[in-house]
Each structure stands twice: as C-alpha cells, then as structure tokens.
C-alpha cells in the first residue's frame, strides 16, 4: 500500500503559478503510476495527467497541457505539478493517485486505488 499526502494549493491570481506535491510513504513508490485528477465544485472528479513509474513519461488533459507539468523525484517519494498561466477555471480540489506500475498509467478515475485527500487551489481573475 502507499500512503499520499498532498500540499501546495492556496489562492493565485490568475496568469499566476503553483507547484502542488504529493509525499508518498512507502519504500516502493518508484513502482507506482502517478496520476492528478481535480474536482471543481459541482462537478466530477477528472483526469489532469499522469507520470509512468519508472520512464517518466507523461500524459495530458488536453485543458492543461503546455500549461502544466508533471514530474516525480522517487528518491524522495514526491510527484510534483506545476502549474503556470492559471486561470479561473483551473480552481478546484486537485488529488494526486498511485496505481501499481505493473498496470501501467491511466486516465481513469476508478482505475486508481490509492488517493490522497486533496488540495485545493483557487485562482482568481
């Protein structure tokens, strides 16, 4: 099992710049695909992109891609999002997910078994 803990959100203007992280516990977090999912109030949960455990490549929302990057540290158990010219739309609860590499990555909500509890990032205009 891994255990995720997010950190990072807070309110921003918009145009402005976040980097949310995700701490992992567990000595196995290199063998974990690691996903961003967000929900906005009142809406579903959806995929923002994911990070592949061990060849680090990366996959995108087409709503955030060129704006937001992802990247894993595995010697410190972190996956990072970066997020630049964020805009209002981009507010939401953002949660970091693991699922077991052997798998692969997904953009599936329900395909991840492991979840943190969230961080929320509000942007305003």
């Known amino acids: 099992q891994v255990q995720l803990v997010e950190s990072g959100g807070g309110l921003v203007q918009a145009g402005g710049s976040l980097r949310l992280s995700c701490a992992a516990s567990?000595?196995?977090?290199?063998?974990?695909?690691m996903g961003w999912f967000r929900q906005a109030p009142g809406k579903e949960r959806e995929f923002v992109g994911y990070?592949?455990?061990?060849?680090?490549?990366?996959r995108y929302a087409d709503s955030v891609k060129g704006r937001f990057t992802i990247s894993r540290d595995n010697a410190k158990n972190t996956v990072y999002l970066q997020m630049n010219s964020l805009t209002p739309e981009d507010t939401a609860a953002y949660y970091c997910?693991?699922?077991?590499?052997?798998?692969?990555?997904?953009?599936?909500?329900?395909?991840?078994?492991?979840w943190g509890k969230g961080t929320l990032v509000t942007v305003s205009s």
């Open positions: 997910a693991a699922r077991p590499g052997i798998v692969g990555p997904s953009v599936m909500v329900y395909d991840y078994p492991y």
């Open positions: 567990g000595r196995t977090f290199s063998s974990y695909a």
């Open positions: 990070i592949h455990q061990s060849s680090g490549v990366t």
